[in-house]
């Protein structure tokens, strides 16, 4: 069964950088797109960051400039460098691979940024 494991979640001050990492454990055929999502406390979760398998990016404007997304296609893996982080930006991050035929989501990794 494949898994997506996340990692390089922490706490961190503002103005810091943090970069996640999510890696699925097995083969998954053909990844269309490979993203990160967030979910703060009461609030939805939403989407942070996508990259499709020919390198687009679309990013949510309150992350623009900050966060870069980027992916390894030969290792399944997604990336986000997040810079500049601010009080805001704390929440559970999950990341998101769209396959062939279904989507798998990671397990969450917990971003707090402190003033």
């Known amino acids: 069964q494949v898994q997506l494991v996340e990692s390089g979640g922490g706490l961190v001050q503002a103005g810091g950088s943090l970069r996640l990492s999510c890696v699925a454990s097995g083969s998954i055929f053909s990844i269309n797109v490979m993203g990160w999502y967030r979910q703060a406390p009461g609030k939805q979760r939403e989407l942070v960051a996508r990259i499709t398998s020919g390198g687009i990016t679309n990013y949510v404007d309150s992350v623009k400039g900050r966060f870069t997304i980027s992916r390894d296609n030969g290792k399944n893996t997604v990336y986000l460098q997040m810079n500049s982080l601010k009080r805001e930006d704390t929440a559970v991050y999950y990341c998101?691979?769209?396959?062939?035929?279904?989507?798998?989501w990671g397990q969450g990794t917990q971003v707090t940024v402190s003033s």
């Open positions: 998101h691979f769209q396959a062939v035929g279904r989507d798998y």
